[in-house]
């Protein structure tokens, strides 16, 4: 499978105060590309919290580019691919407002949850945490680090494809009965654990 995982990091629990994205690009089923970038949020403040969490500083940011001024070098790694997060929501929430708050269109993209994915693949484990996934296949990482967060969700998407061999987005759908996401300029449709019954 071709797809792209994202991780964003934030310096508040303001949806717009991005301060580092990770992407891994996957081809084929194996990472082509890694990559991640500290960004400037908006607003500029910082929760001590998030920087507990994640170690970026106002310091490490100041001078940083804000996500409006970096979109042009995102969008073409995002539009019109599969992309995947783990807790979507937060990561698409993020992106989605942001690009509001700029004033920028949307991409057009799928997308799905490694959360609820992963609760349908390997509903025996004790949890389905990032770094619980991670201990289980065995993948050594930096939590919260945007970059290797991105990475590890990538892994686990492609721990369940070949666990399962599966090939499509469509036999994705269709094993673990989940409802893909989707974006496009002007609307969002969440991604589910369950897809739609249709009506009678």
């Not at 310091?59 to 073409?76: C, T």
């Not at 969700?153 to 009965?177: G, N, P, S």
Request: contains cysteine; glycine residues 4%.
């Amino acid at each position: 499978m071709d797809f792209v995982a994202i991780d964003f990091e934030t310096a508040t629990s303001v949806r717009t105060s991005a301060c580092s994205i990770g992407i891994c690009e996957v081809a084929d089923n194996r990472i082509a590309a890694r990559r991640s970038t500290l960004i400037r949020p908006v607003p500029f403040e910082f929760n001590e919290y998030n920087t507990m969490i994640h170690g970026i500083t106002p310091e490490m940011v100041f001078d940083k580019p804000n996500f409006g001024e970096l979109w042009h070098h995102i969008k073409p790694l995002l539009d019109g691919k599969l992309v995947v997060a783990h807790n979507a929501s937060f990561d698409i929430n993020v992106l989605l407002s942001t690009l509001d708050y700029f004033g920028i269109e949307y991409p057009t993209f799928d997308y799905i949850c490694t959360v609820k994915l992963s609760q349908k693949a390997y509903p025996d484990l004790f949890s389905h945490k990032l770094n619980a996934l991670a201990d289980a296949f065995g993948i050594c990482f930096s939590h919260h680090d945007a970059c290797d967060d991105a990475y590890v969700c990538a892994r686990v998407l492609m721990q369940i494809t070949e666990d399962f061999k599966i090939k499509t987005l469509a036999e994705l759908e269709e094993k673990f009965d989940i409802g893909i996401g989707h974006v496009y300029p002007g609307y969002k449709e969440p991604c589910r654990k369950n897809r739609k019954k249709q009506k009678k």
